[in-house]
């Protein structure tokens, strides 16, 4: 039986993939060094998989989980923008470094196709809405720097070795096990936690920053397309769910599922931060077969039902 290897498997959007992989048959192995990722994310599913503990940036590490793999789903990252700000190394070395080992482990392994999860984040703050996958990047932080020159490292694999990959850029993915006390942009967990809480939810800007909200099961769903779609070759196409959101909209979503009236702490801006985002998502319907099940507000009903119970 062919093996699926997942980096980053023990965090968020990876344990909902190593569980989906598992229910489909497949055999499974994760590689994290949990430096973001939680042991906690895979407790219920440890004993199916085969876990290797070590660091994308590894060459051992990434040699010995390539070895008779069929799939790799590349997620291990330093995912925070803010972050990235306050340390452009660690960035560069995890996102960009981190994935050019990868890749050079896979393509010596002969492995059939990798699958990377990239970032709307290299759009910027082009006013331009749908984003379209044919636009010019504007990345403006070393997050979204880090994020798109791995997706070239990708394109430049297909063409100069014939890998078959594809860059799955995702629109602010949220859903269970996400960390509410991570900075990652999606903001969800974190308003949802405060709120729960009884606190007020703090807001960066004034609220009407709007966002392509997708509901974790898509990305799942897209990463298992893109493992099985027609020949790839490079390619980068927007995960999302074609309709936005604004915070202080979620705000008033979330009280009403609770009954409560709690008012938003707005805060200044971060930066880095990009004002709207939404994706088109043709090129992944054409390129994938790619179509959203989950839209924001069933989404968003089914996260606050998971963190009321496990907060």
Not at 6 to 23: D, E, N, P, Y
Not at 288 to 307: C, D, H, M, N, T
């Amino acid at each position: 039986m062919s093996i699926s290897l997942v980096t980053g498997g023990a965090g968020f959007i990876g344990s909902h993939i190593v569980r989906r992989l598992l229910k489909d048959g497949k055999q499974v192995r994760v590689l994290d060094d949990f430096s973001t990722g939680h042991r906690h994310n895979l407790a219920e599913v440890e004993r199916h998989i085969h876990l290797v503990e070590g660091d994308i940036r590894d060459p051992d590490a990434a040699r010995s989980a390539c070895r008779n793999v069929d799939v790799v789903y590349h997620l291990a990252a330093q995912g925070s923008v803010p972050k990235s700000v306050d340390d452009p190394f660690a960035a560069h070395d995890r996102n960009i470094t981190g994935t050019l080992n990868m890749l050079l482990a896979a393509r010596d392994a002969g492995v059939r196709r990798f699958v990377y999860s990239s970032s709307s984040s290299a759009y910027g703050e082009t006013p331009t809405l749908p984003k379209v996958e044919s636009m010019k990047p504007d990345p403006r932080s070393p997050y979204a720097v880090s994020k798109l020159a791995a997706e070239q490292y990708c394109s430049v694999f297909a063409y100069c070795y014939g890998m078959q990959t594809i860059s799955l850029r995702y629109f602010n993915v949220f859903g269970p096990r996400q960390d509410p006390n991570s900075q990652y942009a999606a903001a969800i967990p974190g308003i949802l936690k405060r709120m729960l809480r009884g606190e007020r939810p703090i807001i960066y800007g004034d609220g009407e920053q709007s966002r392509d909200f997708c509901y974790v099961d898509n990305v799942v769903q897209a990463n298992r397309l893109a493992a099985e779609a027609a020949r790839l070759g490079g390619e980068a196409v927007n995960i999302g769910c074609g309709e936005r959101t604004t915070l202080n909209e979620i705000i008033r979503l979330i009280n009403e599922h609770l009954g409560t009236r709690l008012q938003p702490d707005y805060q200044p801006p971060r930066a880095g931060d990009v004002k709207h985002s939404l994706a088109s998502i043709d090129e992944a319907r054409r390129v994938i077969g790619y179509e959203p099940q989950v839209f924001f507000a069933e989404g968003l009903k089914r996260s606050i039902a998971w963190f009321k119970e496990n907060l």
